[in-house]
């Protein structure tokens, strides 16, 4: 099996390699793509010898033929925001597997990445917990009408305890102390608006090809079960484990099937209790924001994944406060006309709106 590894610099990125490293000897990385960290990328580069790396002053179309090289099986894209997109198209139509760990592709254009995936007959797996989680719940399952519902869990983030008034002068620095998980700044902050978990509702969507009535969020503090599928018959079905991003990475590229390994295993004295609440989308109105972005469709999810992406950022630098970032995408959606989206074009529409919205704060 032969492996691009897109954005093997970061978090997801890294933990893709050590998982070739550890788990795949037959596995060939041909294909790695940095963008900030260069050493990083120059050690990648030394230690797994590609024939193609790409860097970003080597130009959009480059990394386009990261994602296509003739020799790759599969792609494992794993970069962060709007970025991804592309790259993820491109690989699809070029007969490639995917292992999507860039759910901002699924965000903004999942119907178009569903439908073309479909037509050139490859595979879009997740390369995220709660997705890995449902796909091992769903396996043997050959009717999605047997699906009641999907559950999806969230860990509440950093924040889930926390009164509004205090969240509301919450730090970049307090939101990017995730209790359960050590991952990129982009998705740390997400994780702590919960507008993370939004956007997995809408990925959930199309990878499942399930109604949003059947995609139920529940916050669970602890993310050892990493989410659960009820059936028809009452059944659920749950996948539990460490909070080790390596397992959902693992079972994309071993194309669902299991592999030992000798990652840290679940010790349930240690863990002690399990529990469940709902989510409040008053203290954490991004959850809130998503839902309806996913209800109304067409290119309003692009706008909010686009505008929520600019306005992370801003709160990165301590530019904007917490709420700031809720408050802004509600006055976009307030100024927006949603299209329907039938192609690639439409999309970058959408995204141009965003950037000319933000632009004018
Ligand atoms: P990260 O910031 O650690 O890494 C992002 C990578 O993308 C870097 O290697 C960088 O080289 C590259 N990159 C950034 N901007 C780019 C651009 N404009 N063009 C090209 N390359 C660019 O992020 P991460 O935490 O690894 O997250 C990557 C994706 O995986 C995100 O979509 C995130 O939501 C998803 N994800 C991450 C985790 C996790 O545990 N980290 C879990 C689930 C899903
Ligand atoms: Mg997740």
Request: net charge negative; hydrophobic share 45%; aromatic share 6%.
């Amino acid at each position: 099996m032969n492996i691009a590894v897109l954005g093997a610099t970061g978090s997801i990125g890294t933990q893709t390699l050590d998982v070739v490293r550890t788990c795949l000897p037959r596995a060939r990385v041909k294909v790695l793509t940095g963008y900030r960290n260069i050493p990083l990328l120059d050690s990648l580069v030394k230690e797994f010898e590609p024939e193609l790396v790409w860097v970003p002053d080597d130009g959009e179309d480059k990394l386009i033929a990261c994602a296509t090289h003739p020799d790759i099986d599969i792609v494992v894209n794993a970069l962060v925001g709007k970025a991804g997109l592309r790259p993820t198209l491109a690989a699809i139509k070029a007969g490639k597997d995917v292992a999507l760990a860039n759910k901002e592709s699924l965000v903004t254009a999942g119907e178009l990445i569903m439908k073309l995936a479909s037509e050139h007959g490859v595979r879009v797996v997740p390369i995220d917990s709660e997705h890995s989680a449902i796909l091992q719940c769903l396996q043997g399952c050959n009717d999605g009408n047997d699906v009641e519902k999907i559950i999806l869990t969230a860990s509440g983030g950093p924040f889930r305890t926390w009164p509004k008034e205090r969240i509301e002068k919450a730090t970049a620095a307090d939101a990017l102390r995730h209790p359960n998980w050590s991952m990129g700044p982009k998705i740390t902050i997400d994780s702590a608006t919960l507008m993370n978990k939004g956007l997995e509702l809408i990925e959930a969507k199309w990878l499942f090809d399930q109604p949003l009535s059947k995609i139920e969020i529940l916050v669970h503090p602890q993310s050892i079960i990493h989410s659960m599928v009820q059936f028809v018959d009452g059944a659920v079905m749950a996948q539990l484990g460490m909070p080790d991003m390596r397992l959902p990475i693992l079972y994309a590229l071993a194309g669902s099937t299991r592999v030992a390994n000798d990652f840290p295993r679940l010790d349930f004295l240690a863990a002690g209790d399990l529990t469940f609440e709902a989510p409040d989308t008053n203290r954490f109105p991004c959850l809130a924001l998503a839902k309806h972005a996913a209800e109304v469709g067409g290119t309003l999810p692009a706008v909010m994944n686009a505008v929520n992406e600019w306005a992370v950022g801003q709160f990165l630098q301590d530019k904007i406060d917490f709420y700031g970032i809720s408050a802004l995408i509600a006055e976009a959606f307030g100024s927006y006309t949603v299209r329907e989206v039938t192609g690639l074009a439409d999309i970058r529409e959408a995204e141009a709106w965003a950037e000319e919205f933000v632009q004018k704060q």
